[in-house]
């Protein structure tokens, strides 16, 4: 993945969010296993691409923010359950991207997250009906994660070394479907 890094997209634009958190500690996994990693927090979104005019011309902040996702060599998506599915800005986010340019043939690796004993499970497999309708090349290797606001100690760390070893483990091994697809599609 020469000059290409994998893009974290914490999906929620919920402040300090457990989403933004795993995507930190997906970034330290990436990082350990040699490979350049980013985390884009929905955060970012500017508020003008919420005006209805958005969809026809895209803020200047957008446009930057959807390079990014056309530059990396691979998303991967942590996003949290909200109501039986992932959040609405979520949506909004991959409906204000470029297609099918955003997404087709692109890897792509998810994470969910969410307070109760599913960890996520539902908003993970609705995401990925949207990548596959894409053509995105999904991973199958997920991690969820449970009981997520729990996981954390006063510093803000991650303390659950099982979970945290499966985070590793699906980091390393997407980072090599990415670089396998690439040398395969290149």
């Known amino acids: ?90 949506k909004y986010f991959i409906d204000m991207l470029k297609f099918p340019e955003s997404f087709d043939r692109k890897p792509v690796a998810f994470t969910g997250e969410a307070a109760g004993i599913w960890g996520g499970l539902r908003s993970v497999e609705q995401l990925q009906q949207i990548f596959g309708y894409r053509n995105a090349h999904v991973y199958p290797d997920r991690v969820f994660i449970p009981g997520v606001a729990q996981k954390w100690d006063a510093a803000g760390k991650f303390t659950d070394a099982e979970i945290d070893a499966r985070l590793g483990k699906q980091a390393a091994g997407f980072a090599g479907f990415v670089k396998a697809l690439a040398a395969h599609q290149g």
Do not use: C, W
């Open 1 to 90: 993945m020469p000059n290409k890094n994998i893009l974290i997209i914490a999906g929620t634009n919920r402040p300090d969010s457990n989403a933004l958190r795993v995507g930190r500690v997906l970034e330290a996994h990436y990082s350990a296993a040699g490979v350049k990693a980013g985390t884009l927090s929905l955060t970012e979104l500017p508020a003008a691409v919420f005006a209805g005019a958005a969809y026809t011309e895209k803020p200047p902040e957008m446009v930057q923010i959807q390079q990014r996702v056309l530059d990396a060599a691979g998303l991967h998506i942590v996003t949290p359950e909200y109501n039986g599915s992932f959040p609405g800005v979520l």
